[in-house]
């Protein structure tokens, strides 16, 4: 399993050096906050996603109309 290029060794490794550098209390609200940023990051991304692949579409119907006019 990889995590952004990370691996599943290196996240274990990451995640126990954050536990000692943060502690217990740090480490629980600094992974909550993480993870809102990262649901907040995937909104965002599929939100853009959508609305190109809406763009997108709308190009490519612009195309279709401007083959079916006459020359």
Known sequence: MELFGVGTTELV???LLAAIV???ERLVRTARQ???FIRE???Y???FSDELKTELDVLD???KIKED???
Do not use: Q, R, T
């Open 22 to 24: 943060l502690g217990p």
């Open 45 to 47: 991304i599929n939100s």
């Open 41 to 43: 990051a995937k909104a």
């Open 69 to 71: 006019l006459p020359h």
């Open 34 to 36: 993480a993870g809102e």
């Open 61 to 63: 119907d612009l195309k």
């Open 13 to 15: 490794v990451i995640m």
